[in-house]
């Protein structure tokens, strides 16, 4: 049985940390949740602190359907 976990923006920032959550849910251990708002900060934060655009919240949006 899976469980549900909401994800906040401090845990989908960092790459390797994202890499692996989304990893662990693509397995179907926990299904995942997050907010508009949460990949919002996300999103700001990719690109004041790396100065580019990431794909991470699109394809993470696609693959979940979050």
């Given at each position: 049985m899976a469980f549900v976990t909401?994800?906040?923006a401090c845990v989908l920032f960092?790459?390797?940390?994202?890499?692996v959550i989304l990893t662990v849910?693509?397995?179907?251990?926990c299904q995942i949740?997050?907010?508009p708002?949460?990949?919002?900060?996300?999103?700001?934060?990719?690109?004041?602190r790396a100065k580019i655009e990431d794909p991470a919240v699109a394809q993470?949006?696609?693959?979940f359907g979050v």
């Amino acid at each position: 049985m899976a469980f549900v976990t909401f994800l906040d923006a401090c845990v989908l920032f960092p790459p390797n940390l994202r890499d692996v959550i989304l990893t662990v849910a693509e397995t179907g251990i926990c299904q995942i949740r997050w907010s508009p708002d949460v990949l919002d900060e996300m999103q700001r934060n990719i690109v004041q602190r790396a100065k580019i655009e990431d794909p991470a919240v699109a394809q993470s949006k696609a693959a979940f359907g979050v």
